[in-house]
């Protein structure tokens, strides 16, 4: 697995009547890319920090934590790649944008771990089966997670309707983000990891809050 995330979708801007504003979205993608790397770099530094004198194992719960959160991040970067391209209303923009930043961080910080701890990025073990219920597990997709159909769907969606539509599924998907790290939080035992654990969990809940706000501003429903 490959901690870096890239959409395929995330190419050049059409240049539209309006040049400047094509070449304006332009460097806003290209800005923001940069921007998802250098998050990458910090999440990365952030995990060298981490103590190795005692190393989790690799049927432990901070290394299936480590490998399912970095997979449920990567949609999430996606999505919020997508938000910040496509969508019509600024603050989607702008909640796409912070998403996808701050979660590239949090995957680099994890894979830096698995790295200190000697461990490979992916397991043997199936997807959450370092949680007591990991049979939330449906269809090999991890709790809030959207199916490649979802995701072709919000890829062609455009204007209002795609707005709604990644509010929605970011909202799924952050709930069941919390519930994996209410996992980590409850069954691990490193105190770095369950630090950064308290953080994530803070964050999403106020994306949360920002997403379910931006939805009904919009007409939505959950």
Known sequence: MT?????????????????DRGSARRFGVLALAVAVVVGLLLGYAGGLLTPTLTRPGDNSAE??????????HSQAVAM????????????????????????QGEIGTMQTWLRSWKLDPTGDQPPMA????????????????????????????????FDVLFLQ???????????????????????????VAQVM?????KDLANLTAALKRLGGTV
């Open 80 to 103: 919020g790649l997508l938000a910040f391209r496509q969508g019509q209303d600024p603050e989607v923009r702008q909640i796409g944008s912070d998403i996808a930043t701050g979660q």
């Open 130 to 161: 370092w949680m007591s219920d990991g049979a939330a597990v449906k269809n090999g997709l991890m709790p809030g997670m959207a199916t490649p159909e979802e995701m072709a769907k919000l890829r062609a969606a455009s204007g209002r309707e």
């Open 3 to 19: 901690a870096a995330t890239t959409d395929t979708d995330l190419d050049e801007a059409p240049v539209t009547d309006a040049g």
């Open 169 to 195: 599924m970011m909202i799924r998907h952050h709930v069941g983000g919390v519930h994996m790290i209410d996992g980590i939080l409850d069954q691990g035992h490193d105190d770095d990891v369950l630090a």
């Open 63 to 72: 290394a299936g934590f480590a490998r399912d959160m970095t997979s449920h």
């Open 201 to 205: 969990k803070n964050t999403q809940q």
